[in-house]
Protein backbone atom coordinates (compact mmCIF):
# COMPACT_ATOMS: atom_id res chain seq x y z
CA UNK A 1 0.00 0.00 0.00
CA UNK A 2 1.16 3.66 -0.11
CA UNK A 3 1.53 5.06 2.83
CA UNK A 4 -0.75 8.50 2.54
CA UNK A 5 0.08 11.33 4.98
CA UNK A 6 -2.66 12.46 7.36
CA UNK A 7 -3.33 15.42 9.92
CA UNK A 8 -3.78 14.57 12.90
CA UNK A 9 -5.52 16.83 15.90
CA UNK A 10 -5.01 16.39 19.50
CA UNK A 11 -7.65 16.61 21.87
CA UNK A 12 -8.30 16.64 25.90
CA UNK A 13 -11.01 14.83 27.13
CA UNK A 14 -12.10 11.87 29.36
CA UNK A 15 -13.07 8.95 27.50
CA UNK A 16 -13.37 10.68 24.50
CA UNK A 17 -15.81 13.47 25.01
CA UNK A 18 -14.46 14.45 28.25
CA UNK A 19 -11.52 16.16 29.47
CA UNK A 20 -8.31 13.73 29.87
CA UNK A 21 -4.52 13.84 28.54
CA UNK A 22 -3.90 11.59 26.31
CA UNK A 23 -1.20 9.82 25.96
CA UNK A 24 -0.30 10.67 22.57
CA UNK A 25 2.42 12.50 20.53
CA UNK A 26 2.04 16.53 19.89
CA UNK A 27 2.47 15.82 16.17
CA UNK A 28 1.26 17.38 13.12
CA UNK A 29 2.06 15.07 9.80
CA UNK A 30 2.83 11.15 10.45
CA UNK A 31 1.87 8.33 8.37
CA UNK A 32 -0.10 5.40 8.84
CA UNK A 33 2.09 3.17 10.03
CA UNK A 34 2.54 5.67 12.77
CA UNK A 35 -0.92 5.86 13.34
CA UNK A 36 -1.80 2.80 13.13
CA UNK A 37 0.56 0.59 15.12
CA UNK A 38 -0.06 1.88 18.48
CA UNK A 39 -2.78 2.13 20.32
CA UNK A 40 -2.11 5.48 21.23
CA UNK A 41 -2.18 6.79 17.70
CA UNK A 42 -5.54 4.99 16.91
CA UNK A 43 -7.07 6.32 20.05
CA UNK A 44 -6.05 9.44 18.69
CA UNK A 45 -7.45 9.38 15.24
CA UNK A 46 -10.99 7.67 17.20
CA UNK A 47 -10.90 10.94 19.04
CA UNK A 48 -11.12 13.21 15.76
CA UNK A 49 -13.67 11.09 14.58
CA UNK A 50 -15.87 11.33 17.92
CA UNK A 51 -15.09 15.04 18.01
CA UNK A 52 -16.49 15.39 14.31
CA UNK A 53 -20.16 13.52 15.45
CA UNK A 54 -22.96 15.92 14.95
CA UNK A 55 -24.57 16.32 18.16
CA UNK A 56 -27.24 18.47 18.38
CA UNK A 57 -26.28 19.93 21.82
CA UNK A 58 -25.94 22.81 24.07
CA UNK A 59 -23.63 24.36 21.41
CA UNK A 60 -26.10 23.71 18.35
CA UNK A 61 -28.18 26.34 16.41
CA UNK A 62 -29.21 27.78 12.93
CA UNK A 63 -25.57 28.38 12.19
CA UNK A 64 -24.58 25.09 13.04
CA UNK A 65 -22.53 23.24 15.44
CA UNK A 66 -19.84 24.13 18.59
CA UNK A 67 -21.60 27.64 18.86
CA UNK A 68 -21.44 28.40 22.72
CA UNK A 69 -23.88 31.46 21.89
CA UNK A 70 -26.72 29.34 20.90
CA UNK A 71 -28.72 32.46 19.33
CA UNK A 72 -31.26 30.64 17.48
CA UNK A 73 -32.12 26.61 18.88
CA UNK A 74 -34.20 24.01 16.83
CA UNK A 75 -37.09 24.86 19.78
CA UNK A 76 -37.14 28.53 18.20
CA UNK A 77 -38.28 27.09 15.10
CA UNK A 78 -40.79 24.94 16.40
CA UNK A 79 -42.95 27.30 18.93
CA UNK A 80 -41.06 25.81 21.59
CA UNK A 81 -39.74 28.15 22.80
CA UNK A 82 -39.38 32.13 21.70
CA UNK A 83 -36.11 34.54 21.96
CA UNK A 84 -36.51 36.93 24.79
CA UNK A 85 -36.47 39.54 21.86
CA UNK A 86 -39.49 37.93 20.57
CA UNK A 87 -39.48 39.88 17.26
CA UNK A 88 -35.59 37.78 16.10
CA UNK A 89 -37.58 35.33 14.98
CA UNK A 90 -36.14 33.43 11.55
CA UNK A 91 -38.62 31.56 9.62
CA UNK A 92 -35.86 29.54 7.15
CA UNK A 93 -37.26 30.34 3.95
CA UNK A 94 -34.74 29.92 2.34
CA UNK A 95 -33.64 26.88 3.79
CA UNK A 96 -30.45 27.11 4.72
CA UNK A 97 -30.51 26.65 8.54
CA UNK A 98 -29.04 23.97 10.39
CA UNK A 99 -26.75 22.95 7.36
CA UNK A 100 -24.62 19.94 8.32
CA UNK A 101 -23.05 18.74 4.53
CA UNK A 102 -20.41 16.39 6.08
CA UNK A 103 -18.14 14.38 3.65
CA UNK A 104 -14.80 15.76 5.33
CA UNK A 105 -16.13 13.95 7.99
CA UNK A 106 -16.62 11.24 6.18
CA UNK A 107 -13.39 11.20 4.15
CA UNK A 108 -11.84 10.60 7.41
CA UNK A 109 -13.76 7.63 8.29
CA UNK A 110 -13.65 5.95 5.37
CA UNK A 111 -9.90 6.42 5.60
CA UNK A 112 -9.63 4.63 8.92
CA UNK A 113 -12.45 1.74 7.72
CA UNK A 114 -9.99 1.07 4.42
CA UNK A 115 -6.52 1.41 6.12
CA UNK A 116 -6.46 0.35 9.41
CA UNK A 117 -7.24 -3.10 9.16
CA UNK A 118 -3.71 -3.53 7.09
CA UNK A 119 -2.52 -3.53 10.61
CA UNK A 120 -5.41 -5.22 13.41
CA UNK A 121 -2.24 -7.83 13.53
CA UNK A 122 -0.74 -5.44 16.15
CA UNK A 123 -4.16 -5.86 18.13
CA UNK A 124 -5.96 -8.63 19.99
CA UNK A 125 -9.07 -8.87 17.84
CA UNK A 126 -11.31 -8.11 20.61
CA UNK A 127 -9.68 -4.24 20.24
CA UNK A 128 -9.75 -4.07 16.27
CA UNK A 129 -13.37 -4.60 16.14
CA UNK A 130 -14.27 -3.02 18.56
CA UNK A 131 -12.22 0.30 16.84
CA UNK A 132 -13.53 -0.60 13.44
CA UNK A 133 -17.29 -0.82 15.23
CA UNK A 134 -16.82 2.24 16.37
CA UNK A 135 -16.09 3.73 12.62
CA UNK A 136 -19.24 1.88 11.48
CA UNK A 137 -21.06 3.45 13.94
CA UNK A 138 -19.83 7.19 13.20
CA UNK A 139 -20.40 7.01 9.96
CA UNK A 140 -23.95 5.98 10.34
CA UNK A 141 -23.95 8.58 12.10
CA UNK A 142 -22.20 10.97 10.37
CA UNK A 143 -24.96 9.82 7.24
CA UNK A 144 -28.11 9.70 9.62
CA UNK A 145 -27.16 14.04 10.19
CA UNK A 146 -27.27 14.51 6.30
CA UNK A 147 -30.37 12.10 5.24
CA UNK A 148 -32.59 14.04 7.76
CA UNK A 149 -31.95 17.10 6.33
CA UNK A 150 -31.16 16.86 2.07
CA UNK A 151 -33.22 13.36 1.82
CA UNK A 152 -30.50 11.27 -0.95
CA UNK A 153 -27.26 12.25 -0.24
CA UNK A 154 -24.03 10.49 -2.27
CA UNK A 155 -22.71 7.32 -0.63
CA UNK A 156 -19.43 7.42 -0.44
CA UNK A 157 -17.62 4.38 1.02
CA UNK A 158 -14.18 4.88 0.05
CA UNK A 159 -11.61 7.69 -0.08
CA UNK A 160 -11.61 9.89 -2.60
CA UNK A 161 -8.20 10.99 -4.03
CA UNK A 162 -7.20 13.59 -6.70
CA UNK A 163 -5.45 13.69 -9.03
CA UNK A 164 -4.95 9.24 -9.19
CA UNK A 165 -9.42 10.05 -9.64
CA UNK A 166 -10.22 12.48 -12.42
CA UNK A 167 -12.41 15.41 -12.10
CA UNK A 168 -15.64 13.77 -13.48
CA UNK A 169 -15.15 10.68 -11.29
CA UNK A 170 -15.36 12.32 -8.21
CA UNK A 171 -18.46 14.07 -8.80
CA UNK A 172 -20.74 11.59 -7.39
CA UNK A 173 -24.67 11.37 -7.98
CA UNK A 174 -27.02 11.43 -5.18
CA UNK A 175 -28.13 8.23 -4.08
CA UNK A 176 -31.88 7.68 -3.06
CA UNK A 177 -33.13 8.82 0.25
CA UNK A 178 -34.20 4.58 0.54
CA UNK A 179 -30.56 3.95 -0.49
CA UNK A 180 -28.95 5.96 1.86
CA UNK A 181 -31.01 4.86 4.96
CA UNK A 182 -30.09 1.28 4.07
CA UNK A 183 -26.74 2.53 3.88
CA UNK A 184 -26.83 3.92 7.34
CA UNK A 185 -28.55 0.11 8.62
CA UNK A 186 -25.89 -1.92 6.67
CA UNK A 187 -23.25 0.00 8.60
CA UNK A 188 -25.18 -0.13 12.43
CA UNK A 189 -25.59 -3.68 11.67
CA UNK A 190 -21.78 -4.20 11.24
CA UNK A 191 -20.79 -1.88 13.84
CA UNK A 192 -23.54 -4.17 15.80
CA UNK A 193 -21.30 -7.45 14.86
CA UNK A 194 -18.45 -5.82 15.84
CA UNK A 195 -19.03 -3.82 19.10
CA UNK A 196 -18.89 -5.26 22.37
CA UNK A 197 -21.19 -4.78 25.18
CA UNK A 198 -19.22 -2.29 27.14
CA UNK A 199 -18.10 0.84 26.15
CA UNK A 200 -14.13 1.18 26.05
CA UNK A 201 -14.46 4.79 27.75
CA UNK A 202 -17.00 6.70 28.84
CA UNK A 203 -18.84 8.76 25.68
CA UNK A 204 -17.64 6.02 23.38
CA UNK A 205 -20.12 3.82 21.85
CA UNK A 206 -20.90 0.14 22.29
CA UNK A 207 -23.66 -2.38 20.61
CA UNK A 208 -26.50 -1.09 22.27
CA UNK A 209 -25.51 2.49 21.47
CA UNK A 210 -25.64 1.50 17.80
CA UNK A 211 -29.14 -0.02 18.33
CA UNK A 212 -30.10 3.01 19.87
CA UNK A 213 -29.21 4.67 16.77
CA UNK A 214 -30.61 2.03 14.31
CA UNK A 215 -34.04 2.53 16.12
CA UNK A 216 -33.94 6.23 15.66
CA UNK A 217 -33.07 6.55 12.21
CA UNK A 218 -35.48 3.73 11.09
CA UNK A 219 -37.69 5.12 12.87
CA UNK A 220 -37.35 7.99 10.67
CA UNK A 221 -37.50 6.19 7.55
CA UNK A 222 -40.71 4.37 8.29
CA UNK A 223 -42.61 7.91 8.95
CA UNK A 224 -41.08 9.17 5.46
CA UNK A 225 -42.24 6.33 3.60
CA UNK A 226 -45.66 6.78 5.52
CA UNK A 227 -46.25 10.47 5.12
CA UNK A 228 -44.06 11.84 2.78
CA UNK A 229 -44.09 11.19 -1.10
CA UNK A 230 -41.91 10.50 -4.08
CA UNK A 231 -39.99 13.34 -5.71
CA UNK A 232 -37.23 14.35 -7.48
CA UNK A 233 -36.85 11.17 -9.57
CA UNK A 234 -37.12 9.10 -6.30
CA UNK A 235 -34.01 10.93 -5.03
CA UNK A 236 -36.85 12.21 -2.25
CA UNK A 237 -39.01 9.86 -0.58
CA UNK A 238 -39.20 6.31 0.23
CA UNK A 239 -42.01 3.93 -1.39
CA UNK A 240 -44.91 3.75 1.03
CA UNK A 241 -45.03 0.27 0.73
CA UNK A 242 -42.09 0.26 3.04
CA UNK A 243 -43.20 1.84 5.60
CA UNK A 244 -43.58 -1.21 7.75
CA UNK A 245 -40.12 -3.26 6.89
CA UNK A 246 -38.83 0.51 8.41
CA UNK A 247 -40.56 0.14 11.32
CA UNK A 248 -40.32 -3.24 11.93
CA UNK A 249 -36.07 -2.41 11.99
CA UNK A 250 -36.83 0.25 13.96
CA UNK A 251 -39.15 -1.76 16.62
CA UNK A 252 -36.53 -4.61 16.70
CA UNK A 253 -33.70 -2.64 17.67
CA UNK A 254 -35.28 -1.23 20.33
CA UNK A 255 -35.96 -4.36 22.26
CA UNK A 256 -32.77 -4.84 22.29
CA UNK A 257 -32.10 -2.10 24.96
CA UNK A 258 -34.54 -3.62 27.12
CA UNK A 259 -32.44 -4.81 30.19
CA UNK A 260 -29.10 -3.30 29.75
CA UNK A 261 -31.15 0.30 30.14
CA UNK A 262 -34.17 1.78 32.43
CA UNK A 263 -36.11 4.97 32.90
CA UNK A 264 -34.28 7.11 36.12
CA UNK A 265 -36.35 6.53 39.36
CA UNK A 266 -33.78 7.10 41.89
CA UNK A 267 -36.48 10.05 43.44
CA UNK A 268 -40.16 8.97 45.28
CA UNK A 269 -41.02 12.41 44.15
CA UNK A 270 -41.71 12.26 40.18
CA UNK A 271 -41.20 16.16 39.94
CA UNK A 272 -37.32 15.79 41.53
CA UNK A 273 -37.02 12.75 39.77
CA UNK A 274 -37.47 13.55 36.47
CA UNK A 275 -35.57 17.07 36.52
CA UNK A 276 -32.59 15.25 38.35
CA UNK A 277 -32.38 12.38 35.17
CA UNK A 278 -30.85 15.13 33.37
CA UNK A 279 -28.04 16.06 36.08
CA UNK A 280 -26.91 12.48 37.24
CA UNK A 281 -24.10 10.84 35.31
CA UNK A 282 -24.54 7.92 36.99
CA UNK A 283 -28.47 7.52 35.69
CA UNK A 284 -29.40 3.98 33.94
CA UNK A 285 -31.09 5.41 31.59
CA UNK A 286 -27.99 7.42 29.73
CA UNK A 287 -27.01 5.33 26.68
CA UNK A 288 -24.71 8.06 24.93
CA UNK A 289 -23.98 11.34 26.33
CA UNK A 290 -21.79 14.01 25.42
CA UNK A 291 -19.79 14.94 28.21
CA UNK A 292 -18.65 18.57 29.46
CA UNK A 293 -16.07 19.49 31.74
CA UNK A 294 -15.11 22.89 33.04
CA UNK A 295 -12.23 24.57 31.84
CA UNK A 296 -11.61 22.58 28.33
CA UNK A 297 -15.12 21.98 26.89
CA UNK A 298 -17.88 23.95 28.12
CA UNK A 299 -21.15 25.55 27.38
CA UNK A 300 -23.37 28.45 28.08
CA UNK A 301 -26.78 26.96 29.08
CA UNK A 302 -27.57 28.17 32.66
CA UNK A 303 -25.92 31.89 31.58
CA UNK A 304 -28.54 31.82 28.75
CA UNK A 305 -32.10 30.15 30.57
CA UNK A 306 -31.54 31.37 34.05
CA UNK A 307 -34.23 34.14 35.49
CA UNK A 308 -33.39 37.58 35.39
CA UNK A 309 -32.87 37.03 39.23
CA UNK A 310 -30.31 35.07 39.40
CA UNK A 311 -28.17 35.83 36.73
CA UNK A 312 -24.79 36.32 36.62
CA UNK A 313 -22.47 39.33 35.68
CA UNK A 314 -22.28 38.84 32.04
CA UNK A 315 -26.34 39.19 31.76
CA UNK A 316 -27.67 37.02 29.20
CA UNK A 317 -30.37 35.33 31.14
CA UNK A 318 -34.22 34.09 30.12
CA UNK A 319 -32.87 34.05 26.35
CA UNK A 320 -35.17 30.87 25.37
CA UNK A 321 -39.12 31.09 27.26
CA UNK A 322 -41.02 28.44 26.97
CA UNK A 323 -44.42 29.09 25.25
CA UNK A 324 -47.75 28.79 26.83
CA UNK A 325 -48.29 26.59 23.55
CA UNK A 326 -45.93 23.97 24.79
CA UNK A 327 -47.21 24.61 28.47
CA UNK A 328 -51.01 23.56 27.55
CA UNK A 329 -49.63 20.13 25.48
CA UNK A 330 -49.07 18.41 28.61
CA UNK A 331 -52.16 16.77 30.39
CA UNK A 332 -53.27 17.49 34.16
CA UNK A 333 -52.63 14.76 36.96
CA UNK A 334 -55.92 12.99 35.92
CA UNK A 335 -55.36 12.43 32.24
CA UNK A 336 -57.12 15.36 31.06
CA UNK A 337 -56.01 18.25 28.56
CA UNK A 338 -54.63 20.67 30.84
CA UNK A 339 -57.22 23.47 31.27
CA UNK A 340 -55.23 26.95 32.89
CA UNK A 341 -58.26 28.55 35.04
CA UNK A 342 -57.67 31.84 33.64
CA UNK A 343 -61.50 33.01 33.02
CA UNK A 344 -61.88 36.24 30.94
CA UNK A 345 -60.71 39.52 30.37
CA UNK A 346 -63.95 40.66 31.93
CA UNK A 347 -64.08 38.29 34.60
CA UNK A 348 -60.82 36.92 35.50
CA UNK A 349 -59.95 34.27 38.25
CA UNK A 350 -58.59 35.89 40.95
CA UNK A 351 -55.33 33.61 43.17
CA UNK A 352 -53.67 34.13 45.79
CA UNK A 353 -50.51 32.65 44.63
CA UNK A 354 -49.09 32.63 41.36
CA UNK A 355 -48.36 29.04 41.80
CA UNK A 356 -52.24 28.05 42.64
CA UNK A 357 -53.14 28.04 39.06
CA UNK A 358 -50.83 25.39 38.27
CA UNK A 359 -51.71 22.79 41.17
CA UNK A 360 -52.92 19.82 38.93
CA UNK A 361 -50.04 19.89 36.68
CA UNK A 362 -48.12 16.81 35.60
CA UNK A 363 -44.86 16.74 37.08
CA UNK A 364 -42.97 16.41 34.52
CA UNK A 365 -44.14 19.70 33.16
CA UNK A 366 -43.09 21.29 36.41
CA UNK A 367 -39.75 19.14 36.27
CA UNK A 368 -39.37 20.87 31.77
CA UNK A 369 -40.87 24.31 33.30
CA UNK A 370 -39.74 27.22 35.57
CA UNK A 371 -43.76 28.26 36.15
CA UNK A 372 -44.10 31.76 37.35
CA UNK A 373 -43.87 32.06 40.87
CA UNK A 374 -42.49 28.73 41.00
CA UNK A 375 -39.58 27.98 43.31
CA UNK A 376 -36.11 27.59 41.61
CA UNK A 377 -32.74 27.39 43.83
CA UNK A 378 -34.58 28.10 46.95
CA UNK A 379 -36.00 31.47 45.69
CA UNK A 380 -39.72 32.16 44.15
CA UNK A 381 -39.37 33.13 40.68
CA UNK A 382 -40.74 36.30 40.90
CA UNK A 383 -42.34 36.93 37.20
CA UNK A 384 -44.95 39.45 36.95
CA UNK A 385 -46.09 41.72 33.66
CA UNK A 386 -47.15 44.87 35.83
CA UNK A 387 -49.58 46.33 38.42
CA UNK A 388 -53.37 46.75 38.13
CA UNK A 389 -54.18 49.51 40.69
CA UNK A 390 -57.40 48.28 40.66
CA UNK A 391 -59.40 46.16 38.10
CA UNK A 392 -61.18 46.17 35.53
CA UNK A 393 -61.21 49.82 35.96
CA UNK A 394 -57.99 50.63 36.88
CA UNK A 395 -54.58 51.13 34.69
CA UNK A 396 -52.19 48.77 34.54
CA UNK A 397 -48.47 49.63 35.28
CA UNK A 398 -45.86 48.19 33.18
CA UNK A 399 -42.06 49.02 33.20
CA UNK A 400 -38.76 48.28 31.83
CA UNK A 401 -37.48 49.14 34.99
CA UNK A 402 -36.58 46.72 38.03
CA UNK A 403 -36.73 50.26 40.40
CA UNK A 404 -39.95 50.81 39.21
CA UNK A 405 -42.25 50.94 42.30
CA UNK A 406 -45.60 51.09 42.79
CA UNK A 407 -46.82 51.97 46.73
CA UNK A 408 -43.20 50.74 47.73
CA UNK A 409 -44.11 47.35 45.34
CA UNK A 410 -41.99 46.25 42.58
CA UNK A 411 -44.13 46.74 39.10
CA UNK A 412 -42.49 43.79 37.19
CA UNK A 413 -41.21 41.76 40.13
CA UNK A 414 -37.80 40.20 39.86
CA UNK A 415 -37.96 38.22 36.53
CA UNK A 416 -39.64 40.59 34.66
CA UNK A 417 -41.59 40.92 31.87
CA UNK A 418 -41.09 43.82 30.01
CA UNK A 419 -37.65 44.36 30.19
CA UNK A 420 -35.33 42.90 27.29
CA UNK A 421 -33.16 40.92 29.22
CA UNK A 422 -36.70 38.73 30.57
CA UNK A 423 -39.31 35.79 29.87
CA UNK A 424 -41.66 37.35 27.05
CA UNK A 425 -43.67 34.39 27.84
CA UNK A 426 -44.17 34.05 31.57
CA UNK A 427 -42.03 30.86 31.75
CA UNK A 428 -38.40 29.58 31.71
CA UNK A 429 -36.79 26.18 31.07
CA UNK A 430 -35.75 24.55 34.57
CA UNK A 431 -34.64 21.06 32.12
CA UNK A 432 -30.92 20.74 32.04
CA UNK A 433 -30.10 23.90 34.09
CA UNK A 434 -27.70 23.47 37.51
CA UNK A 435 -29.76 24.32 40.38
CA UNK A 436 -26.22 24.06 42.43
CA UNK A 437 -24.59 26.83 40.55
CA UNK A 438 -23.72 29.50 42.30
CA UNK A 439 -24.87 33.08 40.87
CA UNK A 440 -20.43 33.78 40.37
CA UNK A 441 -20.68 30.32 38.15
CA UNK A 442 -23.78 31.63 35.86
CA UNK A 443 -21.39 33.02 32.77
CA UNK A 444 -20.37 31.73 29.21
CA UNK A 445 -18.43 29.05 28.56
CA UNK A 446 -19.15 27.91 32.10
CA UNK A 447 -22.06 25.30 32.75
CA UNK A 448 -20.08 21.55 32.43
CA UNK A 449 -23.71 19.32 32.59
CA UNK A 450 -23.46 16.57 30.05
CA UNK A 451 -25.62 16.36 26.75
CA UNK A 452 -27.84 13.65 26.52
CA UNK A 453 -27.35 12.46 23.02
CA UNK A 454 -29.93 9.35 23.16
CA UNK A 455 -31.60 8.26 26.57
CA UNK A 456 -34.08 4.99 27.32
CA UNK A 457 -36.98 6.96 27.19
CA UNK A 458 -36.48 8.24 23.65
CA UNK A 459 -36.08 4.04 23.14
CA UNK A 460 -39.30 3.49 24.59
CA UNK A 461 -41.31 6.02 22.71
CA UNK A 462 -39.51 5.08 19.61
CA UNK A 463 -40.82 1.85 19.89
CA UNK A 464 -44.31 2.43 20.75
CA UNK A 465 -44.69 4.48 17.32
CA UNK A 466 -42.97 1.60 15.62
CA UNK A 467 -45.32 -1.00 17.13
CA UNK A 468 -48.48 0.99 16.74
CA UNK A 469 -47.62 1.35 13.08
CA UNK A 470 -47.52 -2.32 13.26
CA UNK A 471 -50.21 -3.40 15.02
CA UNK A 472 -48.68 -4.51 18.13
CA UNK A 473 -51.03 -1.98 20.14
CA UNK A 474 -50.78 -3.86 23.39
CA UNK A 475 -46.73 -3.65 23.08
CA UNK A 476 -47.22 0.49 21.94
CA UNK A 477 -49.06 1.02 24.88
CA UNK A 478 -46.45 -0.91 27.98
CA UNK A 479 -43.66 1.02 26.32
CA UNK A 480 -45.53 4.30 26.17
CA UNK A 481 -46.63 4.15 30.05
CA UNK A 482 -43.65 3.50 30.91
CA UNK A 483 -42.72 6.86 30.23
CA UNK A 484 -46.21 8.42 31.05
CA UNK A 485 -45.58 6.02 34.91
CA UNK A 486 -42.15 7.86 35.47
CA UNK A 487 -43.52 11.41 34.20
CA UNK A 488 -46.18 11.21 36.93
CA UNK A 489 -48.92 11.15 34.13
CA UNK A 490 -52.05 8.91 34.04
CA UNK A 491 -51.48 6.21 32.29
CA UNK A 492 -53.39 5.61 28.37
CA UNK A 493 -55.86 2.95 28.35
CA UNK A 494 -55.45 0.84 24.31
CA UNK A 495 -58.61 2.62 23.08
CA UNK A 496 -57.25 6.06 23.64
CA UNK A 497 -54.23 5.32 21.99
CA UNK A 498 -53.13 6.94 18.08
CA UNK A 499 -50.99 7.49 16.16
CA UNK A 500 -51.38 11.71 17.50
CA UNK A 501 -51.29 10.63 21.13
CA UNK A 502 -47.92 8.97 20.32
CA UNK A 503 -46.54 11.95 18.90
CA UNK A 504 -47.83 14.18 21.40
CA UNK A 505 -45.93 12.14 24.22
CA UNK A 506 -42.59 12.09 22.33
CA UNK A 507 -42.95 16.18 21.85
CA UNK A 508 -44.01 16.47 25.92
CA UNK A 509 -41.31 14.15 26.94
CA UNK A 510 -38.55 15.35 24.76
CA UNK A 511 -38.82 18.68 25.12
CA UNK A 512 -35.95 21.19 24.29
CA UNK A 513 -33.85 18.68 23.46
CA UNK A 514 -33.94 19.05 19.75
CA UNK A 515 -36.12 16.39 18.56
CA UNK A 516 -39.45 18.20 17.72
CA UNK A 517 -37.69 20.15 14.74
CA UNK A 518 -36.73 16.90 13.22
CA UNK A 519 -39.97 14.97 14.59
CA UNK A 520 -42.34 17.59 12.94
CA UNK A 521 -40.53 16.96 9.36
CA UNK A 522 -40.66 13.54 8.93
CA UNK A 523 -44.33 13.45 10.51
CA UNK A 524 -44.71 16.06 7.36
CA UNK A 525 -47.01 18.02 9.91
CA UNK A 526 -44.85 21.29 10.34
CA UNK A 527 -46.35 23.33 7.93
CA UNK A 528 -49.64 22.71 9.41
CA UNK A 529 -48.76 23.11 13.35
CA UNK A 530 -46.11 26.18 12.32
CA UNK A 531 -46.91 28.02 9.22
CA UNK A 532 -48.78 31.10 10.01
CA UNK A 533 -49.62 30.77 13.16
CA UNK A 534 -48.14 32.80 16.06
CA UNK A 535 -47.31 31.64 19.71
CA UNK A 536 -48.81 32.87 23.24
CA UNK A 537 -47.42 33.81 26.36
CA UNK A 538 -49.25 34.21 29.82
CA UNK A 539 -48.67 37.36 31.82
CA UNK A 540 -49.38 36.82 35.40
CA UNK A 541 -50.38 40.78 37.15
CA UNK A 542 -50.67 41.94 40.21
CA UNK A 543 -54.05 43.26 41.44
CA UNK A 544 -52.67 45.88 44.43
CA UNK A 545 -56.13 47.05 45.72
CA UNK A 546 -57.24 43.34 46.33
CA UNK A 547 -53.52 41.64 46.59
CA UNK A 548 -54.33 38.85 44.14
CA UNK A 549 -53.02 37.86 40.78
CA UNK A 550 -54.93 37.10 37.70
CA UNK A 551 -53.26 35.99 34.41
CA UNK A 552 -53.57 36.98 30.52
CA UNK A 553 -53.07 35.02 27.46
CA UNK A 554 -51.21 37.00 25.04
CA UNK A 555 -50.11 36.63 21.52
CA UNK A 556 -46.07 37.35 21.40
CA UNK A 557 -44.01 37.52 18.35
CA UNK A 558 -44.55 37.53 14.77
CA UNK A 559 -46.36 34.80 12.67
CA UNK A 560 -43.93 31.78 11.67
CA UNK A 561 -43.91 30.32 8.12
CA UNK A 562 -43.52 26.83 7.43
CA UNK A 563 -43.41 26.33 3.52
CA UNK A 564 -43.53 22.41 2.88
CA UNK A 565 -39.92 22.52 0.79
CA UNK A 566 -38.34 22.89 4.20
CA UNK A 567 -39.15 19.72 4.94
CA UNK A 568 -35.68 19.28 2.80
CA UNK A 569 -33.06 21.41 3.31
CA UNK A 570 -31.55 23.27 0.62
CA UNK A 571 -28.02 21.84 -0.83
CA UNK A 572 -25.43 24.03 0.12
CA UNK A 573 -24.86 26.44 -3.34
CA UNK A 574 -20.97 25.95 -2.90
CA UNK A 575 -21.50 22.08 -3.60
CA UNK A 576 -23.74 22.19 -6.14
CA UNK A 577 -21.32 24.19 -8.21
CA UNK A 578 -18.26 21.87 -7.07
CA UNK A 579 -20.51 19.01 -8.89
CA UNK A 580 -22.70 19.62 -11.12
CA UNK A 581 -23.82 15.80 -11.20
CA UNK A 582 -26.20 16.74 -7.76
CA UNK A 583 -29.73 17.83 -8.16
CA UNK A 584 -30.98 20.62 -5.96
CA UNK A 585 -33.87 19.86 -3.83
CA UNK A 586 -37.17 21.21 -4.82
CA UNK A 587 -38.29 24.71 -4.69
CA UNK A 588 -34.48 25.95 -4.32
Given amino acids: MNLKKITILSFLLTGLWACNDLDVPSINIIQDQDVFRSESGVTSYMVRLYEDLPVEDFNFNEEGFNKPLNSLSPGNYTGETLLCMADMIWNNLDGDKFQDWRYNSVRNVNYFIGNFPEYTDHFSQDLSDTWLGEAYFIRAYYYFAMVKRYGGVPIIRTVQNYPEQGIEELKVPRNTEKEVYDFIAEDLDEAIRLLPEHSLASGRVNKYVAYALKSRAMLYAG ?29 EASKMLKGTYSLYSKYADKFENYWRLFLDGDSPENIFVKYYKYPEKTHTFDCLHIPYQMRGSQGYSSRFNPTLDLVEMFDDIDGNPLTLEIGTDQNPVRYQNRMDLFMKVEPRLRASVILPGDEFKGEEIDVQKGVYVSYPSGELLTSADFNALYEGRSIIGKSGMGNNETTVTGFHTRKYQNPDADKSLVLENRSEQSWIDIRYAEILLNRAEAAFELGEVEDALQAINQVRERAGAKLYTADQLTAKVIQKERRMELAFENQTFWDLRRWRVADMEINNRQFTALCPCYIYDEDKYIFKREYVGPQYTFDVKLNYAKIPSGEISKNDKLEQNPGY
Fill in 223 to 251: SIAQYGKMQLNNILGIPAADASYYYKLSY
